[in-house]
């Protein structure tokens, strides 16, 4: 017998969570009555996150998948709706949850072009063979973007540039920069 009950968010089990999820954004608030998410993209590009037809959502290491129905591109986020969500209470029960997408299924980035997600835990060393601390995060500042390493309770941040930024190498962890201690 047919049911014309609506159907549940497209989710997956928590042990068919992808291991590899880098987060991508996060859900704002909602908009209007049918559901409707604002999703702020934490990307060069935020319509590059469109190119993924599942998102993963969660909070907490709790995830969801839900496929994303339609999206409109707006000046500082993205207004999403997502199957199964179908109402503000809903959307509502979202906000300040994270967005993620498998880094399997991202492109590769190009030479001298990093991802931030493989970057953060890498050990900053400058040149003089000084440990500086460990990725923490990086945020942009429109200039330029800046790497938070943390070394203890000391936090430095270093503009990731050319001249600061010598070498990164992915495969031993390691950022070199030519920055010193005191700075």
Not at 17 to 26: A, I, K, N, R
Not at 30 to 43: E, H, K, P
């Given at each position: ?27 704002s608030g ?14 060069e590009h ?108 000391v936090e ?28």
């Open positions: 017998m047919a049911s014309n009950k609506p159907t549940a968010p497209q989710t997956q089990s928590v042990a068919t969570v992808p291991e590899d999820l880098v987060s991508m954004g996060y859900i909602a908009f209007g009555i049918r559901g409707g998410i604002n999703v702020v993209a934490d990307t935020p319509d590059s996150l469109l190119d993924y037809k599942t998102w993963w959502i969660g909070r907490d290491g709790q995830w969801r998948a839900y496929t994303l129905v339609e999206a409109a591109v707006q000046p500082k986020k993205l207004s999403v709706t997502l199957a199964g969500v179908d109402d503000r209470d809903k959307a509502f029960a979202l906000k300040g949850c994270q967005v993620a997408v498998p880094r399997s299924l991202m492109p590769q980035a190009g030479a001298d072009e990093y991802y931030w997600a493989d970057l953060v835990g890498l050990a900053v060393v400058n040149v003089q063979g000084e440990h500086l601390g460990v990725v923490e995060k990086l945020f942009e500042t429109g200039a330029n973007d800046v790497i938070v390493a943390k070394d203890g309770d430095r941040l270093l503009p990731f540039v050319g001249h600061v930024v010598l070498k990164v190498d992915l495969a031993a962890r390691i950022i070199t920069v030519d920055w010193g201690l005191d700075y």
